[in-house]
């Protein structure tokens, strides 16, 4: 399989075409191996238009909600970045590519080992790992200019409001179990701005200030 042509594709049918248009994401999305943070019976449809099983009732996100959720985060190169859900490891790739660190927090640490090994081997070694509880944030690392939860939760963590920078941006998925909205929340001058990018299907941020398990 040519997977170079298999990521150019993605880029121009699945994130340019939907209005994708940040160069800089667009050029990691065209460069990250996606195909190798897949298990290997699911690595034909590593690029296709659809999140995927990553094992422990996990999932890897769809190409174009990362693609969504990192252009929101509107990261420059030296850029702190707060990650909840490590999961595969892809977002945490594309993140990496982009910002100067990232501070990765994954609950599951089967799913955390296995990420950083595969990162580890492509050299990413400007991130930092965490199991544990990302609703809470990472309290010792704050504040952040950018945090991403890449997991749904019944209302914004009040925690990861608190770690944001001034000018920081976080994207989260806010809603029921079953569906949620891409929320942004910029801390400004005046306080907090908060805008919606849509409609979006995620699995539970499950936290003390998120869902119980
Ligand atoms: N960004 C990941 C990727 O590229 O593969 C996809 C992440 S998956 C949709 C969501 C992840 O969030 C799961 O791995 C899940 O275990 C994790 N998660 C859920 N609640 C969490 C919490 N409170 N803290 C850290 N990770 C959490």
């Not at 940040?22 to 460069?31: A, I, P, Q, S, T």
């Not at 993140?95 to 595969?118: G, H, M, N, P, T």
Request: charged share 30%; glycine share 8%; hydrophobic share 40%.
């Amino acid at each position: 399989m040519d997977y170079e042509k298999s990521r150019k594709n993605m880029v121009e049918t699945q994130l340019s075409s939907r209005g994708i248009s940040d160069k800089r994401v667009l050029e990691v999305m065209g460069k990250v191996p996606r195909h190798l943070f897949v298990e290997e019976a699911l690595i034909s449809q590593a690029y296709n238009d659809h999140p995927l099983p990553i094992g422990q009732k996990q999932t890897i996100s769809q190409p174009y909600i990362v693609a969504l959720m990192t252009q929101a985060l509107m990261l420059k190169e030296d850029d702190r970045v707060l990650e909840i859900g490590t999961g595969s490891g892809y977002q945490t790739a594309i993140l990496a590519e982009l910002a100067d660190k990232v501070y990765s927090i994954e609950r599951i640490r089967e799913l955390s080992q296995k990420a950083r090994k595969i990162l580890d081997e492509l050299g990413y070694f400007n991130v930092l790992y965490k199991v544990g509880d990302g609703s809470k944030g990472w309290k010792e690392y704050a504040p952040f200019d950018a945090i991403i939860a890449t997991a749904g939760a019944p209302d914004v963590p009040q925690p990861l409001v608190d770690q944001l920078e001034m000018d920081g941006r976080l994207v989260v998925p806010v809603g029921d179990r079953y569906s949620q909205e891409l929320i942004v929340v910029e801390r400004i001058k005046e306080g907090i701005r908060k805008t919606n990018l849509g409609g979006c299907r995620f699995v539970d941020l499950v936290g003390e200030y998120a869902w119980d398990e």
